[in-house]
Nanobody, 124 residues
Framework: QVQLVESGGGSAQAGGSLRLSCASS?????????MAWFRQAPGKEREGVAT????????VYADSVKGRFTISRDNAKNTLYLQMDSLKPEDTAMYYC????????????????WGQGTQVTVSS
């Protein structure tokens, strides 16, 4: 089941920028209470990057991306964004959009709606 679809991934040089988008295919964003971006590098656990409450806009970031990444949403367009600036090679991972109908968590096991992922590769 695919209800969220990510786009915008690709390759960038260290210090560059990318913007990821996540569109809802079956529901309006008002249906979700929390949306988030996760990432997973080969051989590593899936890591929470940022979360946002869809109604209030309140955000939380992982320490590793604070000051560099910005999560935002446009509820009217049913679109979630992740603006990634000052990219580092360690940001290389598959990035996933996720949502749930309750409070935000950094643990991916609490999220039931997922996109297929979009690859981000940052070269030094």
């Amino acid at each position: 089941q695919v209800q969220l679809v990510e786009s915008g991934g690709g390759s960038a040089q260290a210090g560059g920028s990318l913007r990821l988008s996540c569109a809802s295919s079956g529901y309006t964003y008002a249906y979700y209470y929390c949306m988030a971006w996760f990432r997973q590098a080969p051989g590593k656990e899936r890591e929470g990057v940022a979360t946002i409450y869809t109604f209030t806009g309140t955000t939380v970031y992982a320490d590793s991306v604070k000051g560099r990444f910005t999560i935002s949403r446009d509820n009217a367009k049913n679109t979630l964004y992740l603006q990634m600036d000052s990219l580092k090679p360690e940001d290389t991972a598959m990035y996933y959009c996720a949502a749930r109908l309750g409070s935000c968590y950094k643990d991916p096991k609490f999220f039931t709606y997922w996109g297929q992922g979009t690859q981000v590769t940052v070269s030094s």
